[in-house]
């Protein structure tokens, strides 16, 4: 056990980040359980303590006789120079044991950025960074999330990854752990992830040869063992109503990003934006009775002490339940203080009346996602949404008292004009005018966050060539130029990143290479604009041999093996591409959830049906 020096913990910002023994945290005997588990978020503790999926892992796993579950994080620079100086190894913040020691390390892969967290992670804990170079005393090193739908840029560093939903594939992965060190270790290391193989859902990709053509496009991925699957199709829960939900989650001792009770309305999502890889990869739509959010919301607030619930999933004004739900729970905890929030609106499902009540205890903006500046752009994207319906939603907040909105939109879509980006300016300037003709007065205040748009795979638009940096720039430098009013700011996001994060996003595990160079060079908290080093990535390629344009800015073929091709999402190859040419051609496809089914192909294909309870239930 490691025992931090006050000293060290002095010298260190939020030195609480590093202490542990969080209210509701879990305390096991190492020696009374068979599997252990260090489950590790590559960030800062504030960022992995608000993500869901961490926390429903952690109770899963712990609710288990046979298992233990801790957390580990990737300590902020400061802190990381303290280990290393004074020789302290990653370590797990439950028993203060290090990571190296426990039987799992499990990685959350929530954004490409984070990748040479990884690496640095792993070094820091005293495991091989290869795959291929640890040995049979050195943990499983698996990961999960929605970036292990193109495992492959970390191939060379993960033992296997885990697609999907992981409540019921965590539960095989523990039960199959411990079955395997009862039998004595069968087979070592590679006898271990053989019968992981097995597993629905895991993919190990030690298993698999890559093969590549002379243009440097994959030819072929080949299983060179019988336990692997030519395919690997993504774990899913088909009823949320009969899984364990954690309702004694974790209280951390400092301010993290989301300091809040995260209740969890339903999962899937049919609207069909082109760009969202979320609405794909969770597709389809499963709701969570009312009563049962009920119950789940008063053993929250009672085991807490928090002061808001946020209404979490892809678009929770979809919820089939919502009014009854919001006025039940505001009904029930409005004399405790307890307020609701709904993070996700949408601009054409937008309910004043809603928001009101909501907002009954704390006040707060209102934020709404056109996405783009012009019809033709959202059709394009098939938002669905007009600009009738923001002028309507944001007419409405203005009425009832509102008088700050936030807009977010994207730049570098596919097929995007000049007239595009002028549109977002225009919608801008559209909101201010509004305010005025409602209010006869100038005091409207418009934020208007703008993200370069990514290309993501399982999406229709996993083909289309990201915008260049240079041309990403030239389209924020235009767009300030239009927004010169004291009464709107402007936010954008760094295009470098942006290209990066795309290049890894359909990368191949040739890039492996260039993540172990860069990660030498010092890249790590990629994802922090203070600490992101774009000439040291730009050196990585070089020394590697690797052009990242071929990975980030190219058009696909539709005739192109895909990196992730093996790694099926449940929805359609056929369906994403004929998402794709509606999109250049300027057709909207409609939401199978108020119209026909699109056929993607998910419901059949994982024996799944939409689960709606409907607003009676």
Known sequence: MIVLDPAILSRVAKPARYTGHEWNSVHKDHAKVDVTFALAFPDVYEVGMSHLGLKILYHILNRRSDTAAERTFAPWVDMEEEMRRHGIPLFALESFRPVREFDVLGFTLQYEMSYTNILNMLDLAGIPLLAAERGDNDPVVIAGGPC??????????????????SEEAIEEVAAGIAAWKKAGRPGGRTGLLARMATIEGVYVPSFYDVTYHADGTVAAVAARRPEAKAAITKRIVKDLEKIDYPTKPIVPYIDIVHDRIMLELFR????????????????????????????????????????EISLTSLSSADYSGLDRLVTALINRFRDRGVSVSLPSLRIDSFSIGLAQKVQQVRKSGLTFAPEAGTQR????????????????????????????????????LPTEREEDIKGIADLAYRVLDLYKAIKGRRGAKVTVSVSSFVPKPHTAFQWYGQNTVDTLHEKQNYLRSLLRDRNISFNWHDARISFLEGVFARGDRRLG???????????????????????????????????????????????????????????????????YERALAGMFTADCRRDLCSACGVCPGLGVDIIDWGDKR
């Open 377 to 412: 752009m959202r059709d394009v994207i098939n938002k669905g949404v007009t600009e009738k319906d923001l002028e309507e939603a944001v007419g409405a907040a203005f009425r009832a008292g509102w008088s700050s909105v936030k807009l977010y939109f994207m730049i570098g």
């Open 513 to 579: 290479k260039v993540l172990m160079e860069a990660w030498r060079r010092g890249a790590k908290f990629d994802g922090w604009s203070e600490h992101f080093k774009y000439e040291v990535w730009l050196a990585a390629f070089a020394a590697a041999g690797l052009d990242p344009h071929f990975y980030a800015t190219r058009e696909r073929s539709f005739a192109e093996r895909l990196p992730w091709d093996h790694l099926d999402a449940g929805v359609n190859k056929a369906f994403l591409r004929r998402e």
């Open 268 to 307: 899937g999502c049919t609207r069909g934006c082109r760009f969202c890889q979320a609405g794909v990869l969770y597709r389809p739509v499963r709701e969570r009775k009312v009563e049962t959010l009920l119950r789940l919301a008063e053993e929250l607030v009672n085991n807490t002490g928090y002061s």
């Open 148 to 165: 292990a739908f193109n495992a492959e840029p970390l191939a060379d560093f993960i033992d296997f990854f885990v697609l999907g939903e």
